[in-house]
């Protein structure tokens, strides 16, 4: 099966600079890339989300990409704010069979 | 406008007592899937239907059962709750099989005393 690992476990950054989170997969099969971000106490909620046939995709200030030679896949937000602060997941799966979540990335964004 | 509803959302059951948990959609999905989220770990799928089709992961225990009755709804059996089972039990739903978003809801948090 999948096998999803994510780095790094914490990430702190301050308030308009980047944040990079890494991901990589097992599964060669795997076609669909989201990434979560979760509040406490809250919901999983979709940012953005790639899939096999595309190498990068972006979204205002969120851009993910995806080298499938590699098997591995990236997160990047800028100019971040404290409102970013949260846990961020990676997963990957085959046509969501069976979603594999990274371990998660606890990103602040120091004001 | 809630999509995906989880009811209830906090569940206090007895060790060994059986807990029935409930999600309902609202998005006419046909895949519905159930994740156990413990404290600080990334969600863990334990099944899904896909339409009636039910798809049980190979590690998740005999302990945990689903039913799908309809479309909307879908049900997370626990039959005999141990401490270890205490978690955040997440449904979520997709559109259909294939690359597509999935659609959380809320959450049950679930404690066993």
Redesign the interface.
Known sequence: ?ENVEQHPSTLSVQEGDSAVIKCTYSDSAS??F?WYKQELG?????II?I??NVGEKKDQRIAVTLNKTAKHFSLHITETQPEDSAVY?CAA?F??????????TRLTVKP | DAMVIQNPRYQVTQFGKPVTLSCSQTLNHNVMYWYQQKSSQAPKLLFHYYDKDFNNEADTPDNFQSRRPNTSFCFLDIRSPGLGDAAMYLCATSADRGPYEQYFGPGTRLTVT
């Open positions: 099966g076609n669909y989201p809250k919901r999983p909620q979709l989300d899939r096999s997941f799966s046509n969501n069979n069976d979603m594999r979540f990274g371990a998660g």
